[in-house]
């Protein structure tokens, strides 16, 4: 489809009197909120889970784990789905999987049907997002996207940012069960205004099935997001077999899935997009971006509780607004990204985000409270103005038949970095740590703990603030994605 024929199709949504973009987007930014606060508003509730259901922390970890490697295991192949379906189909039919995993949950009797159910509301949240942004790329056009994919944005960080505290709310005043009955009436709706208003986007090509790449991506996302995940677990870390085995298996089998989709007419996972320089650098951006964030919404709880001796509650009220701001930010930034492009948006996001990062590697045993919210609020701010743009330029390079692709692919990067991220940042601060302590007069001491502590965490920040550089060095090549129709008519009109 070229520029023209592109142009057309946006047109021809805008004028259809039966096509409304807002119940659409309604519908969609409905679904995506409580599949995505449901990612964490479970997490402050594993210690009553644990007493509930006589489990211990490895196991009931598996809430977690379970639900990043399912979505590893799903994202991947979200693309085949999206175009064997129609997007009232898919979206449907992935909130009723959604749903019927969170009513399960609400009734489990056992762990491993409270597991179950969790793993089912994995399968439709992994399909879910890539669905949302597939529909948004081709009902607006690219002068448009910024602000749109702000409004997803904003979604995507205010759900897990008020989560832990609805959760914490829940759990004490209702109880655990709670939290997934409150879900099911939205969840419910959701698919009530989709069978309404939602209408059907983008073209249905029935690509062929290839088991053996579906049987490669299981095996290498899968693995890759298992290993890490297992990494955690007991003092062997890295070097315990079920975790390096699995990750061996896994980086294999993804190295021969990427063959193998080089080679096929139809791949259900076309690494071509990489092939786009934009893509790739707005891809290499949001990897940065998701550890930078991991490092601070992971290592600096564990340094508020650990180190400066704040209860749990309060050390979430202090990261609360910061992760407020960043999604009250996201639509401002898209809009200014839609005006100005990315350029100048990234670069000085990036000195921003190098200096928290920097600020962050000098927090001791006296650091303030005012000054951690301080730097979190300009980690956010700097996260806004570089995650959605960098997405949305990506994106926007990509010809149309590519959109399943690089969406699929962008998304899948979330729970594969998150599970790497936990695992390197953890083992980093530990090994730190034990270090400290090894050279310590008094290592079983409390006053010893907490500086052994705080020289891990330092070290954490220090490695992210490298990161935060290589990502200012990468915004210098960053220019605004022109999409390929629009090259390939630019072309066409020269040669003639």
Not at 380 to 401: E, F, R, W
Not at 424 to 440: C, D, H, P, Q, W
Not at 459 to 473: D, G, P, Q, R, S
Request: aromatic letters at 10%; one cysteine or more; glycine letters at 8%.
């Amino acid at each position: 489809m070229d520029e023209t024929k592109q142009n057309e199709r946006y047109e021809f949504l805008a004028n259809d009197p039966n096509f409304k973009v807002m119940p659409v987007m309604i519908t969609l930014i409905i679904g995506a909120f409580f599949a995505i606060l449901n990612e964490t508003l479970l997490n402050i509730a594993l210690t009553t889970l644990m007493d509930r259901f006589s489990v211990n922390e490895p196991t009931v970890q598996w809430m977690a784990t379970g639900f990043m490697l399912v979505m590893g295991i799903m994202t991947p192949i979200s693309a085949l789905l999206i175009q064997s379906f129609t997007t009232r189909k898919m979206f449907i039919g992935t909130m009723t999987i959604f749903t019927i995993g969170t009513a399960i949950c609400a009734i489990a009797p056992t762990f491993p049907i409270l597991l179950g159910g969790r793993l089912l509301q994995a399968v439709g949240t992994g399909v879910l997002i890539p669905i949302i942004f597939n529909t948004f790329l081709l009902i607006f056009p690219p002068e448009r996207r910024g602000a749109v994919m702000g409004t997803v944005g904003l979604v995507i960080m205010f759900a897990p940012a008020i989560g832990p505290t609805l959760s914490g709310i829940i759990v004490e005043h209702l109880g655990w069960r709670y939290l997934f009955i409150t879900v099911i009436p939205f969840s419910l709706f959701s698919i009530a205004f989709a069978l309404k208003f939602l209408r059907n986007v983008g073209e249905v090509t029935k690509p062929k099935l290839d088991i053996l790449s579906i049987v490669l991506s299981t095996v290498g996302f899968g693995g890759v997001v298992l290993g890490f995940s297992l990494a955690g677990e007991g003092d062997a870390g890295f070097l315990a077999p079920k975790v390096y085995l699995s990750i061996i298996v896994g980086v294999i089998s993804l190295i021969v899935f990427t063959f193998r989709q080089l080679k096929l007419e139809e791949p259900i996972l076309d690494v071509r997009v990489f092939r786009y320089p934009m893509f790739t650098l707005g891809l290499t951006m949001f990897v940065i971006i998701m550890v930078s964030m991991f490092s601070s919404e992971i290592i600096l709880p564990m340094y508020m509780q650990g180190a400066l001796g704040l209860q749990a509650a309060t050390a979430g009220l202090i990261l609360l607004p910061g992760a407020l701001l960043n999604g009250l930010m996201s639509p401002i930034m898209g809009k200014l990204f839609d005006k100005y492009g990315p350029r100048k948006l990234m670069i000085p996001a990036t000195v921003v985000l190098s200096g928290t990062m920097f600020a962050y590697s000098r927090i001791g045993l006296d650091t303030s409270i005012p000054y951690i919210v301080v730097c979190y609020l300009l980690l956010m701010l700097s996260v806004s103005a570089i995650m959605m743009p960098a997405q949305t330029n990506g994106l926007n390079q990509l010809p149309k038949h590519l959109y399943p692709h690089g969406t699929a692919i962008m998304n899948t990067l979330q729970p594969v970095s998150g599970a790497i991220g936990i695992s390197v940042f953890i083992g980093i601060m530990t090994s730190r740590k034990n270090a400290y302590l090894e050279n310590a007069a008094s290592p079983t001491t409390a006053g010893s703990q907490a500086e052994a502590l705080v020289s891990g965490v330092e070290l954490v920040y220090w490695v992210v603030f490298f990161f935060a550089i290589a990502a200012f060095v990468v915004t210098l090549f960053v220019k605004r994605a022109t999409p390929e129709q629009e090259v390939e008519s630019e072309v066409q009109a020269e040669a003639k």
